[in-house]
């Protein structure tokens, strides 16, 4: 993913002062629902293979609830961002 930096979007803790025209984003604390997060080509390819993986937790019978659903979560998160 990339940061396509817009200080008025930004969800991140900003380094500097207000009003210093060098703003830059705290990439520390860079959030996933943040609307200045670019994904390209390569990002959703690897977002697929993820996806993909964690849904063999989910083909396994054997995995317990708990994990099924975190599983579950995980995959739904990542077909998100892979269909917007």
Do not use: W
Not at 2 to 19: H, M, N, P, Y
Not at 47 to 55: E, K, P, T
């Amino acid at each position: 993913m990339t940061c396509v930096f817009d200080q008025t979007k930004a969800l991140c803790q900003i380094r500097s002062a207000e009003g210093d025209p060098r703003v830059t984003p705290d990439q520390d604390d860079c959030r996933r629902d943040c609307h200045n997060i670019a994904y390209t080509d390569r990002d959703i390819d690897h977002l697929r293979v993820q996806a993909a993986g964690i849904g063999e937790i989910l083909d396994n019978s054997l995995a317990p609830s708990p994990r099924h659903q975190r599983a579950r979560a995980e995959v739904e998160r990542l077909q998100q961002i892979i269909n917007n």
